[in-house]
């Protein structure tokens, strides 16, 4: 299926952020936000996860937007150790919100430095209403500010995943489990390293199981 999306630059904190939007044709359709990974890495919205990711929510028939963080690309501004990245995740989500006011449902997503930005702003905007976090690092950030993880969600990663060790993932497990009145879904990949190489199908149906399971049907 071809994605109908067109370039966009939304207004934010530290200059104009560039990003790839796809409205819905339906009145009242759930809105998402898709974070990339990390900018000092190669992290653009054009990373095939990103990009993957994005057609799960636009097949869904989502209103949906990726973007990139602020100094990639034609985004405006410098890295800023994820404050500022998180200020851009949180600038995008209040433009597709003012874009869709009757939206239905607020799903937010990432990919390996985006899933921290993604629990993060799940964390300060309490009208999303589901995540998806895909490679999340715990070994290597803190996840402790997830008490509690305020909504339910999925966290996927690769069985296989050379920059996570799946003990850091089992322990963010065990923590999040505790928690009561949400539903936090773990499940792992076989085979798949942290960017998923030629199992990019896998994950996309594994995404795409997830929001057909839990998407408010109109």
């Known amino acids: 299926m071809e994605i109908k999306n067109r370039e966009i630059f939304i207004p934010g904190p530290s200059g104009r952020i560039q990003a790839k939007y796809s409205k819905s044709e ?14 000092q890495y190669g992290g653009t919205m054009n990373n095939k996860i990103v990009y993957e990711t994005y057609n799960c929510f636009y097949k869904k028939n989502f209103s949906v937007i990726r973007i990139n963080f602020r100094g990639v690309e034609k985004s405006e501004g410098t890295f800023d150790n994820g404050q500022g990245e998180l200020s851009d995740a949180a600038a995008a989500l209040d ?12 799903w937010v997503t990432g990919f390996s430095f985006g899933a921290l930005i993604c629990m993060q702003l799940i964390m300060r905007r309490p009208e999303v209403n589901k995540f998806i976090t895909i490679s999340p690092q715990p070994n290597l950030y803190d996840f ?3 008490s509690p993880c305020p909504i339910s969600g999925i966290i996927i990663f690769g069985k296989n995943d050379e920059l996570v060790q799946v003990d850091s993932i089992l322990n963010l497990k065990k923590r999040l489990s505790m928690q009561k009145n949400i539903d936090v879904k773990f499940e792992s990949i076989v085979n798949a390293n942290h960017f998923y190489k030629n199992k990019e199908k896998e994950l996309s149906a594994t995404i795409d199981r997830y929001i057909k399971d839990k998407i408010t049907i109109i």
Do not use: S
């Open 26 to 39: 339906q009145l009242g359709a759930p809105v998402a936000l898709v974070l990339p990974p990390h900018p």
């Open 144 to 146: 402790t500010f997830l």
């Open 95 to 106: 433009w597709v919100e003012r874009e869709n006011p009757e939206y239905n449902q607020c």
